[in-house]
């Protein structure tokens, strides 16, 4: 973001979210990558800490009553590091916008405040095995039974699940009304019987804790659900502000480390064999964003392929075979003795 844009204020803020970032041992991205790490929870702890988090929020809870745009100038120097790390950075942004717009004070209190102060962790669970574009095609229901509703089906992709307390949920309510009032928005706790697993031999965004959600006859009491029955359409949209600015937010912080990064590689002919390498495994494997270490390997490592001149190691990882995953390649490319990343070049 051009910083003729940026108020005195958030200036400031963007060079203490810069300076966070710098901070950020280099180890952590190395070890997400390799899927050491699932779920940073000291990251998202640091964050709340520095009092990064959920900058737009009123002061009561815990926020800073600050403009988008100051929220947005920290996550694009948050989204240098990675696009696990800045996609962590938007949950409490995301969710938090259902919990702030549309909660109750109790809700409020109990979720908002704690997401902000980095006491719980939250994520936000509306995509499907059976697909994420079509929302009002929800088949995850909720059953409303005296106090409670009973929540069954399955959530895919969600982003932060591996560490979450507790996940907002969209489920159908009622399959005969029109769509845009047949989902409802739940606050679902972990420990309400949510069961949770990662199944992902994710190509990249590795180590943002995405996992996949069963709920099976969860009892969620009455008082969860945000707003009313039949309103998720209405929190849905409204949820897609930040959930859009986030994700551009972060993506351009990656843009700008990328091309930073670029310049600063060497091509001579040592490069030109690294990258060809590494494009070979390409049709197999993307390349990670924590991955293009490869491409930034520096010059004195010499002639030959991505890892001082070995082969590319096989991963003996096995994802379940019931999730259709292949066995994947996982060449050690983040994990060399001169391994670098985009963010180190940039910050
Ligand atoms: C970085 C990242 C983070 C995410 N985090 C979360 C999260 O925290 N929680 C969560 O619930 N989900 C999350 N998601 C999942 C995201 O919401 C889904 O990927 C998205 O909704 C699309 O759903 P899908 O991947 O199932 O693709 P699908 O819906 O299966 O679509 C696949 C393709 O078909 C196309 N398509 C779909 N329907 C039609 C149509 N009718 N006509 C023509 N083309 C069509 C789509 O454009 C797409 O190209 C995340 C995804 C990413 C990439």
Partial sequence: MYDFLLSDEAKILKQKARKFASEVPHQLLIDMDADKIQFPTQFVKDLADAHLLGLRFDKKYGGQNLSWVSEMAVLEEIGVLSMALSCLYSLPSICGEALNEFGTDKQKEKYLRTIISGE??????????????????????????????????????VVGAEGADFFLVYAKTDKNAPSYKSISMFIVERDMGVEEKYVYGLMGTRGGGAGRLYFKDVQVPAENIVLSEGDGGRIFNQMMYPERMT??????????ASIKASRALDFDAT????ILGTLAILPRRTTSWNGCVALLRPKEVGPGRAVGGQSMPRCNRRFPAAHNHRRTHRPEIATGPHARNCSQVYL
């Avoid at 939250?122 to 499907?128: Q, Y």
């Avoid at 994700?247 to 700008?256: E, F, L, P």
């Fill in 120 to 157: 719980k962790f939250c994520a936000e669970a509306l995509t499907e095995p059976r697909g994420g574009s079509d929302f009002y095609g929800a088949t995850t229901t909720a059953v409303k039974d005296g106090d409670q509703y009973i929540l069954n089906g399955e959530k895919r992709f």
């Fill in 247 to 256: 994700s551009a937010a972060g993506v351009i912080g990656m843009a700008k």
């Fill in 271 to 274: 490069a030109t064999r690294v």
